[in-house]
Structures are given as C-alpha cells and as structure tokens.
C-alpha cells in the first residue's frame, strides 16, 4: 500500500497567508486589537506559524500595513490613469471619488492605513501617498495651492464614508470641486483705487483769460 504523498511546504505561501489575515483583520477590528492568535485562527495555521515569520506583534503588524499600502498604490496608480484619461475636471475626480466610496474594501483599508498612521511614525509616509498622488496629477492643471485643497476635501470625503451609511452624492461633491479648482471671477474695477484717490485729491487747475490792457 503506497503512502499518500505528503504536502509539499511552502513558507512562503504560509507567510503571505499570514499577512493577508493580519491585513484582513486590521481592517476589520483595527490595527490595535491584531494579536498572534486571532491572525492563525484566521489564517487557519497554528499559532507557533505566526511567531516562526513574525518574532514580534509590531512586526507583523508592520507587514500587514504595508500589504494594505500596497493595495492603496494599487488604487493609486488605477486612478491616476484614469484621471490623465478622462482629463482633471470636477466632473471627472467627482465620478471616480464616488465609485471608489462604493468599495467597502477599499474604504476600510484607507481608514485601517490612516488610523495606524496617527499612532506609528513609520506608516505616516506610506498613509500619505494618497494626498501626495492627488496633488500630483491635480497641480499641472489647476495649480499646487488647489490641488492641495482639492486632496484635503477629498480626504475629508472619505472619512465622511467611514462614519456615515450613505455617500456623499457625486453632484456635491462635483460641486464642491469646482469651487475648489475654478478661479474667482472676482471682477476688476476699471480704475485701479489709488488712482482714483489721486485724482480726487490733486488741486483743480483753470485756465484764466488774458488780461488786455486798455
């Protein structure tokens, strides 16, 4: 009687499993509430798997951070050539801005990113790639003061998603762009202010008639 053939090991399969739970789970319960345990319930490993590729509770919370940036980049690259396609109009970034609020997924991992920003130093230049993308292909068109405007609605934005059931609608948030990125047609006075000072102080001047002498 033959044996069954045994499994072939793959460590680093069981790694990115690993990952993919503990990435999973941030999302889900927050960066702060990862332990070993409930990452090899998840990842369906035992525990004694979680701490042979991750010695410490940070460093495995380190690799599932940078896996859910990696997925951020991902969505980056995708909107950026979206953008360049369709052109950096409101109408264009409101449309996109809206789908993306549509995937759940993808709201959570920006919120579990930002979240563990705030309290590690080491996640904050990763949790910024986003706002830095925007104002990247925005500044060209519309100038860096705008698109840094426009990236810090859109931030607000998805954070509104994250705390409300609805999203916001695609013609708000149109709308709201365009205030951001439209210049002020402020109109401009024909006769600059000082100038018209000017005139008014300056002391009249008339021409007098000749004297003729008799």
């Excluded at 919370?61 to 979206?82: K, P």
């Excluded at 790639?129 to 925005?138: A, K, Q």
């Excluded at 705390?163 to 951001?180: C, F, N, T, Y």
């Amino acid at each position: 009687m033959s044996e069954a053939p045994r499994r072939r090991r793959d460590p680093e399969g069981r790694r990115r499993a690993i990952v993919a739970a503990a990435a999973e789970l941030i999302v889900e319960v927050g960066v702060d509430a990862l332990t070993h345990r409930k990452v090899a319930t998840r990842a369906g490993v035992p525990l004694g798997a979680t701490t042979q590729y991750f010695a410490t509770l940070d460093d495995l919370r380190e690799a599932a951070v940078r896996a859910l940036a990696d997925e951020v980049e991902e969505r980056i690259e995708i909107t950026r050539r979206a953008v360049l396609a369709d052109g950096v109009t409101p109408a264009g970034l409101a449309r996109l801005i809206h789908e993306g609020l549509r995937d759940a997924r993808a709201v959570q991992a920006d919120r579990a990113v930002v979240t563990a920003a705030v309290h590690d130093p080491r996640v904050r230049e990763l949790a910024r790639l986003w706002s830095d993308e925007v104002v990247g292909f925005i500044a060209p068109v519309h100038g860096p003061d705008r698109a840094r405007a426009a990236a810090v609605f859109i931030d607000g934005v998805l954070w509104h998603a994250q705390i409300h059931d609805d999203p916001l609608d695609e013609s708000l948030i149109r709308d709201a762009l365009v205030g951001i990125l439209t210049p002020s047609t402020a109109s401009v006075p024909s006769v600059p202010p000082h100038a018209a000072t000017a005139s008014a102080s300056a002391p009249e001047h008339t021409a007098s008639a000749p004297s003729t002498r008799a």
